[in-house]
């Protein structure tokens, strides 16, 4: 017997991610400076640390109930209340493992074989995998630079069809940084009720907006709440990533199909996590707005370096990435992140590992120092400069 003929002809057929590619590439060379990946180089405060030491200290290492601690569903309802002015009631929250456990969640409530999924791109690169895994069919909807990279109405009511049931809502965008506004979503809320979609919307960099306008969540409009799953999380907004805590809130109904899939699947989150997450959610919001701080300033001083090598950049409203244009070169992305590396040692990710709409682009985090940030642009402009 093969064991490969026996494996499910689904996930053999997924592409490898485009990010990991270029992760093991930058591996194998010295002296890489990276601006490739989306983690934050802050620590977790330490308060948040202590909360989750002080469990372990006390001995709380059995399981937790399969939504998540009462008293982090009440956390969460608080601080999405204070914060973005969304009511959602403690029993519609589930405590996941990450966003991205809460993503797959969501899509595997909703999406049954033959389900559209419309997807805009460039954007995180699990959306497509996970909703062929459900056995639904990924539809791309590009965005556009013009657009700034926002969802289009015209073009979003194009890919509609009888087959569509769920849009992804990936804003603040990863990779591109763009933002989507009330006046922005009020036209697409409109289509998703006149077309009967289920919305999941992706709000895990929802606390990493800049300027003088906080993010605005697509289920605050008439008709969307009641068809919107939020996802979300601690990764970015409090730099917890290794502590997988995330969560999704969404009508109470939809919450007791996902805990159902939760409950097979993964059973809780990690309980020390969830310990730690509490303190985050409820005495967090200074350690917000200083990394939300420092990651502006990091933004304009990268911004201005790309416009000074000549290379066309959109101004990043949200997250912590930026989408250079690379397209006068000649080359594409992914032969303009190779020699780059190769030649200045220097780790970006090609735009389309995003998405077929992201060729043409790179994306480049600003979650680094400044003089790692300094120090990458150097070695851009250097190449750029040897075309």
Not at 137 to 163: Q, S, Y
């Amino acid at each position: 017997m093969s064991i490969s003929e026996k494996m499910n002809r689904t996930a053999v057929g997924l592409k490898p991610s485009g990010i990991r590619r270029f992760f093991d590439l930058a591996y194998t060379m010295e002296n890489v400076v990276s601006l490739g990946i989306g983690e934050p180089d802050f620590v977790t405060p330490w308060h948040i640390r202590d909360a989750g030491i002080y469990s372990l200290e006390k001995g709380i290492t059995a399981y937790t109930p399969n939504r998540g601690l009462p008293d982090l569903q009440r956390a969460v309802s608080a601080y999405l209340n204070r914060r973005f002015e969304l009511e959602y009631s403690p029993d519609e929250v589930l405590v996941t493992v990450g966003g991205s456990e809460a993503i797959d969640l969501a899509v595997r409530a909703f999406v049954e074989p033959g389900d559209e999924v419309i997807i805009p791109e460039p954007s995180f690169v699990c959306y497509d995998p996970i909703t062929r895994l459900a056995g639904g069919v990924p539809v791309a909807l590009p965005t556009l630079p013009e657009d700034e990279f926002r969802i289009n109405p015209a073009l979003l009511e194009e890919k509609i069809t009888d087959k569509t049931k769920v849009l992804m809502l990936p804003f603040p965008n990863n990779p591109t940084g763009a933002v989507m506004r009330e006046e922005h979503l009020k036209p697409i809320a409109e289509l998703c009720v006149k077309h009967d979609l289920v919305v999941i919307s992706d709000e895990i960099y929802g606390e990493l907006t800049y300027g003088d306008r906080k993010h605005f969540s697509i289920a605050l409009l008439p008709g969307m709440r009641e068809r919107t799953v939020i996802v979300s999380g601690l990764s970015k907004s409090h730099a917890m990533t290794g502590w997988r805590i995330g969560y999704a809130v969404a009508p109470a109904e939809a919450v007791r199909l996902m805990t159902k899939i939760h409950q097979f699947a993964i059973m809780s989150a990690p309980t020390t996590s969830q310990y730690a997450a509490i303190e985050a959610l409820e005495a967090g919001d200074e350690d917000i707005a200083e990394m939300r701080e420092e990651y502006d300033g990091r933004r304009k001083y990268m911004l201005e370096g790309f416009r000074k090598m000549g290379l066309p950049c959109f101004e990043p409203q949200g997250a912590f990435y930026m989408f250079p244009d690379i397209r006068s070169t000649g080359m594409s992305s992914e032969e303009f992140c190779e020699k780059l590396l190769r030649q200045q040692h220097v780790a970006v990710i090609p735009g389309d590992a995003f998405g077929s709409a992201g060729d043409g682009f790179v994306r480049c985090s600003y979650c680094y120092s400044i003089q790692a940030i300094g120090t990458a642009l150097e070695g851009i402009d250097r190449f750029i400069r040897s075309l």
